[in-house]
């Protein structure tokens, strides 16, 4: 479990300039020049847990986040089924995130995406509820109880404005 909070912790990466985006040519310096926002993360985050029929996920107010953007937990109650957990990173892949890290622990699985200078940090199984709260050490109570679910933190331009959507 410890394993899981410094995934979840680990923050940062690097952006790729458009002429490193896969396929060059106009549309990668199109979508090197596209700014991703936190309302963005979170619609791809919603679509994702989404294609692997889990509820709705929880976003966790910026006043609570650490080190990152956008925070969500989906509570399963029990061991999310890995057919499921592979939907919602395929479902992330299908919204333009590019995976660059995956590891399997007994536990739980946690996987690593990119898009347009933000890194996503996807677990899915057991984690430690204090990773889950987002709060410093010093504001949690009680006993760290186990989490089951899926833990998303996002980390990119956070004060991007976010799109207005259009009628």
Known sequence: MIVAAVVLT?????????????????????????????GAVQDDIRAAVAAGDFGPPRFIAEKELLSSCVGAVVQAGTKPDPKAV????????????RETMQRSFAVNSAWGLEKEGWMLNFV?????????SFKPAAERQGRAEPFEGLVFRGVGACDAPSATASP
């Open 10 to 38: 680990a923050c940062g990466g690097e952006e790729r300039s458009g002429a490193e985006a896969k396929g060059g040519g106009r549309s990668a310096v199109a979508a090197d020049r596209a700014t991703v926002t936190p």
């Open 86 to 97: 592979a939907k919602v990173v395929t479902g992330l892949k299908n919204r333009g995130w």
């Open 124 to 132: 899915a199984g057991t984690v430690s509820e204090n990773a889950v």
